[in-house]
């Protein structure tokens, strides 16, 4: 029964070469592949085949849920897509990279890392080179989950005068998130909702 959801769609962000030196990165790519909606529909797909291997007796129903939920999933992929639309071409700082798919599948552009290499905290002089790098060529906003401890996103805020948004990240990161469907909308309302 084992179904590695990751391993059904193409990875973003997999190393020429890696070393310990790098920070905390996946030789794999990167495994946060939930964040991008067109991802998700895929291994839905990959998952339903694999229940019907597992349990052929209950094809049928197996069937019926994917074609419900592709239905819908591909209605909200496209009003998802149609909000998103201004945020194009954005430059956004990050706390992690965490963010690639959801960026990848909107067009948006990591402007920076609030980490000085994965998985190290934020430092005083990376936020300094952050403040040039952005003061060069400014970002909308610097985004960071629930679960991600905001100073070094606020602090980074003080030097250049750029919002801050806390974003759900996964079901359960807000209240609000409660499945699949309402992380998605509340990200982008979120990420659409920052006037600068």
Known sequence: GYFEASAMVERLDIPVKIDRSMGDVHAAGNPHVHLDPRRIQTIAKALHVRLIEIDPAGKAYY???FINFNQRWQQAINKWQQQASQLKGTRMVVHHRDWVYLFDWLGIEIAGAL???????TTASHLLLLKQTLTAKPAKMIVHTTYQNPRGAKRLSQLTG??????PYTVGGAEQVKDLFSLFDVTIQRL???KK
Do not use: A
């Open 162 to 167: 750029i919002p801050v948004v806390q974003l």
């Open 192 to 194: 659409t909702s920052v």
């Open 115 to 121: 980490e000085p290499k994965p998985g190290l905290p």
């Open 63 to 65: 069937q019926q849920r």
